[in-house]
């Protein structure tokens, strides 16, 4: 195991913020994970793990501890799922279940990071969430050094959430179990998707992917060779979830169902955040010198050129005021922001 020293962590996330851990260390097994963390006990040093760094905002400031990056790989394909290694490019635990008709996570395709990134991001896009397909979570707990294994219900995953984001630096995952369906039919419940193969009424799951990966490139959210991307980490809000007390005002202003602007949920109603922040004066292009919105999707904001994360923090603070005062609503942020702002 080799420590760096003020390692720059630039190109290790999407928004390609200048900034650097104190301490950095790559680590391709458990026993390498066990290594940095005893090196971490010994000098008394907070830890930040590290995916693919595509839901992330670093600070300016760095990191003042030490920088754990996750590349433990492991890729094993059954009749009824896989097994992942935490370090494994999300997208491409995709591709095979889907060459291997294992339906569950196809409208997750193109989706940037790294399998333990989506685990504790809970990701979820056009109609899935991979939390409806988890089995098992294999972590480290960083304190004491022991293994351990959480059943669904553990992990305790919400909207964007789980037990391992509340918890920053707790519990280090280092493989997930996915139960998946063989031959199943793909999911196409998303309008927008539901739209799209009307006219083809079976479609694949490979069809299924292939369309999720081309909506993705059109918004600007796809990190592949041969596709324009931005420096960005996506979508920065959540969709805020209200009452239905709190949406009935709303609902004037949002127009009719059928422009999929709100959704019901269990506890309340969704509302489309980028329209929102479009209404409240930030459309796609908006822009504040090096920082901006995406001139493909609202949700997205971009480093346009060499920002700084207290820029980009500087904007959505302004976004979530203007949102606050035009619809009474609080936005709360899908990234997770690292180090001190």
Not at 193 to 219: C, G, M, W, Y
Not at 227 to 248: D, L
Not at 276 to 291: C, D, H, I, T
């Amino acid at each position: 195991m080799k420590v760096e020293e003020n390692y720059s962590l630039k190109n290790l996330n999407t928004f390609e913020i200048e900034a650097k851990a104190r301490f950095f260390v790559e680590a391709a097994s458990e026993q390498e994970i066990f290594e940095a963390l005893e090196f971490a006990r010994n000098k008394n040093l907070e830890i930040f793990v590290l995916g693919g760094g595509s839901n992330i905002l670093l600070s300016d400031a760095g990191f003042e501890g030490l920088v754990i990056k996750n590349n433990i790989a492991e890729l094993r394909i059954t009749d009824y799922g896989l097994t992942v290694g935490a370090g494994e490019n999300w997208d491409d635990v995709v591709a095979p279940a889907v060459e291997k008709n294992l339906a569950g996570i196809e409208c997750l395709s193109g989706v940037p990071g790294t399998a333990g990134g989506a685990v504790v991001q809970n990701i979820g896009a056009y109609g899935q969430t991979l939390s409806d397909a988890v089995s098992e979570v294999h972590v480290i707990e960083a304190a004491s050094g022991r293994s351990k294994i959480f059943g669904k219900q553990e992990c305790e995953f919400e909207y964007r959430n789980s037990i391992f984001k509340r918890k920053p630096g707790k519990y280090i995952v280092t493989k997930v179990i996915l139960m998946l369906n063989m031959g199943t039919a793909p999911n196409t419940s998303y309008p927008h998707v539901k739209k799209h193969f009307e006219k083809k009424p079976n479609p694949t799951l490979a069809d299924v992917r292939q369309f999720i990966i081309k909506l993705r490139a059109s918004k600007g959210y796809l990190i592949m060779p041969g596709y324009e991307s931005y420096k960005t980490a996506g979508s920065f809000f959540k969709n805020p979830i209200v009452s239905r007390e709190q949406f009935e005002p709303l609902k004037p202003l949002l127009g009719d169902a059928s422009l999929n602007r709100f959704w019901e949920v269990p506890n309340g109603m969704k509302i489309a955040v980028a329209f929102l922040m479009e209404q409240a004066g930030f459309q796609k292009g908006y822009r504040e010198g090096s920082v901006g919105i995406s001139p493909k999707h609202s949700l997205s904001l971009v480093n346009f050129d060499g920002a700084k994360a207290s820029e980009v923090k500087a904007l959505a603070d302004k976004i979530k005021l203007a949102v606050s005062e035009k619809f009474g609503v609080k936005l709360e942020e899908e990234i997770l922001l690292v180090g001190k702002f």
